[in-house]
């Protein structure tokens, strides 16, 4: 680009930046004039920019560092062999490459062998991304086909992560490409890997980077798929954008590469169909299809060139192997074959041709006979960097539920069908389930996005909105939606499938739902997305006609979420009932009249959505622990209810947001998953500054709560909330070394160290009633210290001097000698503030004088007790629990998401420190002040889809 | 920390700035020194995230190399400047010879890939880096000079806006633009 170029360039871009984003791009085409050079270049700065993120924000010398460790680390396991790594012992190093180090391991409880593949530190240092790939690698442990190897185990130990697998005693095909494979055997390992690839498409994993590194050929000519999803491992964390991950290919990698990957678009099962036609083509040929010198020669290759013909090598080839690698090496996905099945198929019947001589073809000498090479054993692991691509494959799997009573949809498939980071809400299959459109996060606000089912790439239907759009609902043809917008003004507004022809419905409302004719539409005057939110106004249920404009009113009763019968009859909705903290579910006649109560227990239903038969209501409940999906058979006519709830099964924490197709067989879902885990940050007692940036102590999947370091400092003990229990752990300090004390049904919860650091106090619902418990820190000498706590005893602490503990029974405290053996020692309750308050106690002072805490009931604010004067005083607002500081004087608490530090005989209050986005919750100290620490809450919400058709 | 007094280090830097190349290799084992304490601090920690209390060491490193309170500058931003050339020089010679773990063609990649799985740092590949910033440089030399001073130099915006004596929100726009375009750069295939 000449100068004079660049400098209108950088002014266009310059003025594009001072606007907002979305106005740039029309700006640049505007102010261009015609000039598209000026205006591609600008554009494509302006996607550069705004994909920049962090690029180049650690400096040179840091990256140089990290480059060196990351060298250092590939390298540094040696030791291993000899060690053991939880079941395994390690025996000796297969091989090492870009994706980490693979050893001969033997597993000690199951007595065989296994391959072990230590993941490089760099790949699974992002949480997110560790923990999409275990999933994939659960997905595929499941299927159990013999041309896939198999994956026993994702575990962790001792700080590395590592996949255990079936050891195969066979070499790389790419070690046995010295010469020429055989046509006969060129076409019975390619056929085999379609296989393999055909049953993972099935479940709905995409391989990625098919190449031949990661095909085994066992000894007995049989075929072993590697590495199934560990190139998603390499995906930048939530990003999907393929030009960025494309750079990083490798050269190795990428003459495998099909042109979708080379030009960055979404990725799906015929790309492994393409690199299988590389592999096929240059097992035949002894060259590969597109090869340039350089990176940019082929990807030109891969996007344009057109690959030799095999009979041009070898006119004694049949014809219908070069038609069987068009097919495969197709450019156009979509003339491509469509299936690795299909692909298979064509393979089988050239091998049948060939076997029964009516082919042409002629037998080629095996160039170097892999039957006889080698046995020894050497798993080749990827030396080249694996390509990364773009989008993220979808994820499936059989669905088993424990009740087969659940019918149909134990039998569905499931599939994952949005992998945005962050949150998808409110998904509304089309009538025909072929797409869907739902709510999600873009540019800050909420928008609706239409996919197709299987699709990749969303279509923004709600552009230039600055306003939020959710709660978005096809109309019963299908050929409409409804949503909710806050746009001026808000209210329920109708638009075209396409987007297109948006109008208002109704100046208000939430959650619309249409009537079955498509003529009338029915909301909520409020919105509630979740089960637990409780508004002041009961919200009403409102009907109104489209062409009309005509309102008439439901009910006045609290009602939320309705959602029409299919025949019209009824609405049923959910509803908070005055003074109690869940909700349930009710219908009524959609003309009006008297409402039916479906669910009327102690669990929170909600979200009732009707089968497209009418026969079922389906809900949210979480009746079994976890929010999941549940039906009941029910009168659409009557709104009668027979017989019990059953599960339907969906296997996640939480769930919500059904929606049908009109045959009933497809149904979309909002599934989320939740983790916390630990942060922490330096601190200086006497500046009360932090000090450096926090950091991650622990990342994961675990639900970490209230985690308090022990005296000494080096490990924090926790509660663990499991799916249906909640479990005491310890991990070091530094992240590593994770035990669990407790690992039962039993809920155990609020651990406390002893003074001294060798016991633990929690309070724990194994003897019927939650009582205080204390346990060795090895989960040894398990003792029970209250009795017959009726109102369940929590909330324990124990005394500094380590011979008392406190703990909470109803809203009074009690201490309780710890020393008394033998009796029932029994608890003395302690003062109580004025004036009906209630005083939660949080920490116990070094020097033991005091008690620091929140006061609750007809109270809120932070403060403390002392013991001397029997006194309370509130020191702040807020209702995060206060810790002491070694001083005995200052304590430290958290309050959206700042922490605070205040003085007691000052009685100064003082932010010290802004987690930004994230909400610091259960905020600690060490013991010598130098450390804070604090649980990150993070959930992400993806769409799912059960069908019962695939 | 150093074998070289900071008088001797300042002398050889200023001596390198005039144009003695060969002031360069006896700076250089001291970056060395730091790059190799750094790595070891990234190799010590066991898990993601970010190393404890290591963040204020790490921060703009080169400027640990020089005793800046020893040292009365005339012209501490010529010496900044200087300094920045100084490390870009240096780390980009160091990626050069960086003895690589995988064999053949693709060597040149991989710090590249190995740094795409985080995706902060796809300015890892220096060498790269190094020769899209020889490009921008040709056309904008404001910007590449930005990108040295921050990225190499470690340099804050208000330490850059006062070598280049403009304003700090022109130095973050222009940085800005710099990435945007360098990005561009190392993303095409």
Redesign the interface.
């Known amino acids: 680009m000449d100068a004079e170029l660049w400098k209108r360039v950088d002014a266009l871009l310059d003025a594009a930046l001072d606007l907002p984003e979305r106005e740039r791009e029309q700006f640049v085409m505007r102010a261009s004039d015609g000039n598209t050079r000026l205006r591609d270049e600008v554009l494509s700065l302006l996607r550069a920019q705004s994909q920049a993120g962090h690029f180049m924000e650690r400096s040179a010398i840091r990256v140089a560092a990290r480059a060196l460790a990351r060298d250092a680390n590939l390298t540094s396991h040696e030791s291993l062999t000899g060690k053991t790594l939880g079941d395994y012992r390690v025996e000796s190093q297969l091989g090492s490459g870009g994706m980490g180090e693979v050893y001969l391991a033997h597993d000690s409880k199951l007595d065989r062998k296994a391959a072990l593949k230590i993941l490089p530190r760099h790949f699974v240092a992002d949480a997110e991304r560790a923990e999409r790939f275990r999933r994939e690698a659960r997905a595929l442990s499941a299927l159990n086909h013999p041309n896939l190897i198999t994956i026993y185990e994702v575990g962790e130990a001792g700080g590395l992560h590592f996949i255990a697998m079936e050891f195969v005693a066979g070499r790389t095909l790419r070690s046995m490409l010295d010469g020429r494979v055989s046509l006969k055997e060129s076409l019975a390992i390619a056929s085999q890997v379609a296989e393999a690839l055909a049953a993972a498409h099935r479940a709905g994993v995409v391989h990625r980077d098919i190449k031949q590194d990661n095909i085994m050929v066992r000894s007995d000519g049989y075929v072993k798929l590697l590495d199934f999803g560990l190139a998603k491992l390499t995906e930048g964390a939530g990003f999907v954008d393929a030009a960025q991950t494309q750079a990083g290919a490798a050269m190795g990698t990428l003459a495998y590469m099909s042109p979708e990957q080379a030009s960055g678009e979404a990725v799906d099962q015929r790309t492994d169909v393409w690199s299988l036609g590389v592999v096929l083509y240059e097992m035949l040929m002894g060259r590969k299809p597109f090869d340039g010198v350089d990176r940019r020669a082929t990807v030109n290759a891969i996007l344009s060139a057109a690959a030799a013909p095999a009979r041009d090598f070898d006119p004694a080839l049949p014809a219908e192997l070069d038609s069987i690698l068009d097919k495969a090496l197709e450019k156009e996905r979509d003339l491509r074959y469509q299936t690795a099945a299909d692909f298979h198929a064509d393979l089988k019947r050239l091998r049948r041709t060939i076997d029964s001589g009516a082919s042409s073809a002629r037998q080629r000498t095996v160039a170097k006979s892999w039957a006889a090479s080698s046995t020894r054993a050497r798993l080749f692991l990827a030396a080249a960097a694996l390509a990364v691509l773009a989008a993220v494959g979808f994820t499936l799997w059989r669905l088993y539920v424990s009740r087969p009573a659940a019918q149909d949809w134990a039998r569905a498939t499931r599939v994952q069908l949005t992998d945005q980071p962050g949150t998808e809400y409110f998904p509304s299959l089309a009538p025909d389930g072929k797409s869907f459109v739902y709510a999600g996060r873009a540019e800050g606000n909420w928008n609706l996005f239409l996919q197709r089912v299987g699709g990749r790439n969303a279509t923004l239907l709600t552009p230039d909105t600055p306003s939020d759009e959710s709660q978005p609902a096809f109309s019963p043809d299908g050929s409409r939606i409804a949503f909710r917008s806050d746009r001026e003004p808000a209210g329920i507004y109708v638009m075209e499938a396409t987007g297109e022809n948006v109008r208002l419905a109704v100046a208000e409302g939430f959650h619309p739902s249409w009537s079955p004719d498509g003529k009338e539409i029915v909301y909520s005057t409020v919105g509630r997305d979740t089960p637990t939110v409780r508004t002041t106004v009961p919200s009403a249920l409102w009907v109104v006609h489209l062409e009309t404009g005509a309102k008439r009113l439901l009910t006045q009763t609290d009602a939320v979420q309705p959602s029409w019968s299919p025949h019209g009859q009824r609405v049923a909705y959910w509803f908070m009932p005055p003074n109690v903290g869940r909700s349930d579910i009710a219908t009524i006649p959609s003309r009006g009249g008297d409402a039916v109560v479906v669910t009327r227990d102690a669990a929170t239903n909600w979200n009732p959505v009707w089968s497209p038969d009418g026969r079922f209501l389906y809900f949210a409940s979480d009746r079994r622990g976890d929010m999941s999906f549940w039906r009941v058979e029910i009168d659409e006519e009557t709104g009668e209810v027979h017989g019990e709830p059953e599960a339907v099964g969906t296997p996640s924490t939480f769930n919500r947001h059904l929606s049908f197709s009109r045959d009933g067989k497809r149904l979309l879902y909002v599934q989320t998953d939740r983790q916390s885990n630990i942060k922490a940050v330096g601190f200086n007692p006497k500046t009360e500054k932090v000090t450096g940036e926090p950091f991650w102590v622990t990342r994961g999947d675990r639900q970490i709560s209230r985690p308090i370091l022990s005296p000494d400092g080096r490990q924090f003990v926790m509660r663990l909330q499991r799916r249906s229990q909640d479990d005491l752990g310890v991990v070091g300090r530094d992240g590593t070394n994770w035990r669990d004390i407790t690992n039962d049904q039993f809920f155990d919860r609020y651990p406390r160290w002893s003074p001294d650091g060798r016991r633990i106090v929690f309070a724990s619902d194994r003897s019927g009633n939650y009582e205080i418990w204390t346990i060795n820190a090895d989960g040894t000498d398990l003792r029970q210290l209250t009795f017959d706590s009726e109102r369940g005893a929590s909330l324990p602490l124990w005394s500094p001097d380590g011979r008392q503990i406190l703990f909470r029974r109803g809203f009074l405290n009690f201490i309780v000698d710890v020393d008394k053996t033998g009796a029932r020692p029994s608890a003395q309750p302690m003062p109580t503030p004025e004036g009906g308050a209630s005083f939660v106690p949080w920490d116990w002072s070094p020097d033991g004088e005091k008690l620091a805490g929140t006061f609750s009931v007809n109270a809120s604010g932070v403060g403390y007790y002392s013991f001397a004067e029997r006194k309370f005083e509130k020191l702040a607002d807020g209702e995060a629990y206060p810790v002491w500081m070694s001083d005995s004087r200052r304590l430290i608490f958290s309050n959206e998401g700042k922490a605070y530090v205040a003085d007691i005989l000052t009685k100064r209050v003082r932010p010290f420190f802004d987690a930004g986005q994230e909400q610091i919750r259960s905020l600690g100290i060490a013991r010598d002040d130098r450390l804070l620490y604090f649980t990150v809450y993070e959930s992400e919400s993806d769409i799912w889809l059960l069908d019962l058709q695939w | 920390m150093s074998p070289l007094g900071s008088h001797e280090l300042t002398e050889l830097l200023v001596a390198w700035s005039d144009g003695d190349e060969s002031a360069l290799e006896r700076l250089a084992p001291l970056?060395h020194t730091?790059?190799?304490r750094?790595?070891?601090?990234?190799?010590s920690?066991?898990?993601?995230?970010?190393?404890?209390?290591?963040?204020?060491l790490?921060?703009?490193?080169?400027v640990r190399l020089i005793d800046w309170k020893a040292v009365r500058w005339q012209n501490r931003a010529h010496f900044f400047g200087v300094a920045a050339r100084m490390?870009?020089r240096i780390?980009v010679d160091?990626?050069r010879q960086?003895?690589?773990?995988?064999?053949?063609?693709?060597a040149r990649?991989?710090?590249?890939?190995?740094?795409?799985?985080?995706?902060?740092?796809?300015?890892?590949d220096?060498l790269a880096?190094d020769e899209a910033l020889e490009g921008l440089s040709k056309?904008?030399e404001r910007k590449s000079r930005i990108?040295e001073l921050?990225?190499?130099?470690?340099l804050s915006v208000e330490e850059t806006a006062e070598v280049l004596k403009v304003a700090p929100v022109t130095v973050m726009?222009e940085w800005?633009?710099a990435?945007?375009?360098?990005?561009?750069e190392?993303?095409?295939?």
């Open positions: 970056v730091e790059l190799r750094l790595a070891s601090h990234y190799m920690r066991e898990r993601g995230g970010h190393l404890l209390q290591t963040s204020a790490i921060n703009e490193a080169y490390m870009r780390l160091f990626a960086r003895p690589r773990v995988e064999h053949g063609t693709e990649h991989i710090s590249l890939e190995g740094a795409l799985t985080v995706t902060d740092e796809k300015g890892s220096l880096l056309i904008d990108v921050r990225f190499f130099g470690g726009r800005s633009k990435k945007a375009w360098l990005y561009r190392l993303s095409s295939p």
